[in-house]
């Protein structure tokens, strides 16, 4: 008798479905990639063969929207789910104006500032993060390894980031030298022919750090982790390796840029922008493989990204030598890199699961940074913390949408002149010059039939600009560090 009832229990046992693991998460930034800057967004210059292969294998979000026009308070967004309204950190402020007591980094996120890194290791996985950090110095309450990261390698801060070759890189707590005879990320060169090789150090800094994030992959293939890869590119100074640059048109550049501008000087400055964007584009297929080669594809979220739009023009020209104009970089949007119209804030996004997102899929519902940490929590199964200001995209991306409302979605930008905007379904409001002698009015569009921002209708749309207003007064919380104030009119 017992040996029949073991029977029936091994064949229940065996006739129950496997449990499926924790899927896990990859989370892929670009930095200061344009909207129209690849190949599945438009691009026609520059080949993204990989990213427009993970487009081909999941969902492109054509109406997705990064956190911040500029690097920190975007990746503070991202991080904690709060809004720029509520964001500890709203600019690019370094850490020494606060804390003298560092020497290089950014502002740092405080001890009680919840990251989704944090929420994702409470839950049982292995977090990684490679790359630029840009959200406290090492040793201070922003330290990656106090947000939530067993593992750090790259650039902590953002200034340092500047240069593709230099002197070196954390790993945690522990400065690794990359390159004794590091390159500056700005210098000026007024005449004199201009050499690719004067600007060229030791070793490329993202060659560095992708090894690493492959190495973590193979270390934790066994359990569910988060694998966060801010890469540095195609943010200025321009300074690739020869061997991409020649893989670009020589005809493409009739002048060389000096460093007028900002940033290094280059001989080629087109082509060396494409490379950089195309070098991106190689690192994201390295990692792509990789999760290939482990058998992880099936049961990872791949998220790619940029941390806000193109690079921004500066006199006569675009900030670093950069040329977004030539690349059609931001497809006519308005704006650039530092402003909360489309063109600095609408980014190109791509979502992968395969047997939960529908492959070669697009959406255009709007969303923004705020809603990856609820988003991930909920693929992970994970419960969400309470008090985030965005809201799950996982219904949409596996099309079981619930029906919900779009929250509105706030920007509050002291930096760039003070800017605000706030996003309600097809309409937006944005007000810019808010920290100027001579503030701009009240810009209200309709994103849906006039993306590119060209007819303001505040005026004619009284009801939906004073709603619009509204939410901004009660979305705006105080900053001491990060202050902007609303007009009164």
């Keep these: ?29 670009a930095d200061d990639l344009g909207w129209a800057e690849v190949g599945c967004f438009g691009q026609k210059k520059i080949p993204t063969p990989n990213i427009d292969q993970l487009a081909s294998q999941g969902m492109r979000l054509t109406r997705h929207y990064s956190g911040a026009p500029v690097c920190a308070p975007s990746r503070c967004v991202l991080m904690t789910g709060k809004h720029l309204g509520h964001a500890e ?36 996985y292995a977090t990684g993060a490679f790359g630029k950090w840009g959200l406290g110095p090492t040793g201070s309450t922003g330290d990656p390894n106090q947000k939530g990261f067993d593992t750090f390698f790259g650039y902590n ?35 004199g022919e201009v050499k690719l090789e004067d600007y060229q150090g030791e070793v490329y800094a993202p060659d560095r750090i992708l090894p690493e994030a492959l190495a973590f ?24 390796p020869k061997e991409w640059v020649d893989r670009f048109p020589r005809e493409w550049d009739e002048v060389p840029y000096r460093g007028e501008r900002s940033y290094l000087p280059h001989p080629r400055p087109r082509a060396a922008y494409a490379a950089m964007i195309a070098h991106l584009d190689d690192q994201v297929g390295q990692v792509l493989r990789k999760l290939d080669h482990l058998g992880l594809t099936n049961n990872t979220l791949v998220v790619f990204s940029s941390d806000n739009g193109a690079t ?26 530092g402003s909360v119209h489309e063109g600095g804030i609408r980014v190109p996004t791509v979502v992968r699961m395969p047997g939960k997102i529908k492959a070669g899929s697009s959406s255009d519902s709007p969303g923004y940074f705020p809603d990856w940490f609820p988003t991930v929590c909920e693929a992970a199964g994970i419960a969400t913390p309470v008090g985030l200001d965005g809201q799950s995209l996982w219904p949409e991306l596996t099309g079981v949408p619930k029906g919900k409302s779009r929250k509105p979605m706030v920007y509050v930008f002291p930096e760039y002149g003070g800017q605000v905007a706030v996003c309600l379904g ?34 004619r749309e009284p009801k939906i600009l004073a709603a619009a207003k509204a939410i901004l007064e009660r979305e705006i919380s105080e900053n001491k560090v990060f202050p902007l104030a609303l007009p009164k009119d």
């Design 89 to 124: 950190i709203r600019g690019n402020q370094q850490a020494k104006i606060s804390f003298p007591e560092f020497t290089e980094g950014q502002h740092p996120l405080s001890a009680k500032a919840t990251t989704l890194a944090m929420v994702l290791r409470q839950n049982g």
């Design 217 to 240: 992959l193979d270390a934790h293939q066994g359990k569910p982790f988060f694998l966060y890869l801010p890469f540095i590119e195609p943010h200025v100074a321009m300074h690739p």
């Design 157 to 191: 801060c953002q200034a340092v980031a500047h240069s593709y070759f230099p002197k070196n890189l954390w790993h945690n707590d522990r400065r690794i030298v990359i390159n004794p005879k590091p390159v500056p990320g700005h210098q000026k060169q007024p005449q």
């Design 426 to 459: 097809r309409h937006k409001l944005v007000r810019t010059g808010l920290k100027t002698k001579k503030p701009g009015v009240w810009e209200l569009y309709d994103i849906e039939h006039d993306p590119g921002e060209k007819e303001n209708l505040a005026e």
């Design 312 to 337: 921004h023009p500066t006199g006569n020209g675009f900030v670093g030598g950069a040329d977004p104009a030539f690349f059609n970089s931001t497809a006519n949007l308005r704006g650039h890199k």
């Design 1 to 29: 008798m017992l040996s029949i009832v073991l029977a029936c229990l091994v064949g229940t046992l065996a006739s129950q479905p496997k449990a499926q693991p924790n899927p896990n998460i990859v989370f892929i930034l």
